[in-house]
């Protein structure tokens, strides 16, 4: 049975006033770093689509840098692999672990779709995903390489996830999350990244989808973003399953998804070879999402 709102299992801190190692750690974002980032990425394949030979070296590629960075931040406790493919295919997802002190806590899910498509049904021969999904990674890598940098030992285990096949039908994090479920793995909540570098024509309001999501997620979401990040918002619905955090919906797990644009002002060149980095994206704007990753 679909559930189109998941309610959380535990109170969220209170979000009264800035607590100060938060707001120094956010301050640490650089958005050039995250630019840097999700230009290199779109431009390192030719596309990412998961039933090409490109698509399924992307995640590898990915998981070895994720790696390296945790490496030569000397963290030896954390963990990065490739997750097996969904069911047909050869392209894996990627997790980071970052291992909490309390080993009994639910963890902390932060995800965003590693590959692309260009054309119907994957036909075109060029996708590089700048905004979707490069833009996405790029944030939560940025939000990754600030963890580091402030050497972040949480006391939730904090994963963070690149998922394969989501332009397939939310393929990756659809059995990640009934994964998830079978084990009976508690999750605290999930943040979606999907597209947040286009910041739309009639505003530049970070949008917060209302449907598929934890109503009450979303609601300290945009609080905490209020709070710590501090630029205007506003709310949208996809009107379906539009990217992987109605995975972990569909599996009874909290989620939150904030978006670059209302539905009818976002980026038109997706799923094209157009989808580029040039002329079109914004480093600041995409910034903030990297920010609300590490809040």
Request: net charge negative.
């Amino acid at each position: 049975i679909f559930r189109s709102d998941v309610p959380l299992n535990e109170d969220l801190p209170t979000l009264s006033q800035k607590d100060p190692v938060v707001d120094f750690s956010i301050n640490q974002v650089d958005a050039n770093s995250f630019a840097n980032f999700t230009q290199n990425y779109s431009r390192q394949f030719q596309t990412r689509y998961a039933k090409s030979e490109q698509g399924k070296n992307a995640p590898k590629w990915l998981g070895a840098l994720w790696l390296k960075m945790a490496r030569d931040a000397g963290r030896n406790d954390i963990v990065v692999e490739l997750l097996p493919p969904p069911r047909g295919l050869e392209q894996p997802s990627v997790r980071i672990s970052i291992p909490g002190s309390d080993q009994s806590a639910p963890f902390v899910v932060l995800g965003g779709h590693l590959d692309s498509i260009s054309g119907w049904g994957g036909g075109g021969s060029t996708a590089p995903g700048a905004d979707d999904n490069s833009s996405g990674i790029g944030a939560l890598t940025e939000a990754y390489r600030v963890l580091l940098k402030q050497s972040f030992h949480p006391r939730s285990t904090v994963q963070i996830i690149g998922y394969a096949s989501e332009e397939l039908g939310l393929l990756g994090s659809r059995e990640i999350a009934a994964n998830y479920q079978t084990n009976k793995a508690r999750v605290r909540g999930v943040l979606q990244l999907d597209m947040v570098a286009y910041p739309g024509n009639s505003s530049r309001a970070v949008t917060f989808m209302t449907d598929y999501t934890s109503s009450a997620l979303t609601r300290w979401t945009e609080q905490m973003f209020g709070l710590y990040v501090g630029t205007q918002t506003k709310e949208d619905r996809c009107g379906y399953e539009c990217s992987d955090h109605a995975s972990w919906t569909r599996y009874g797990y909290a989620s939150v998804m904030p978006f670059e644009a209302a539905m009818d002002d976002m980026n038109p060149n997706i799923h094209t070879a157009n989808d580029r980095w040039e002329g079109l994206l914004d480093a600041n704007f995409g910034a903030q999402f990297a920010k609300l990753a590490v809040g």
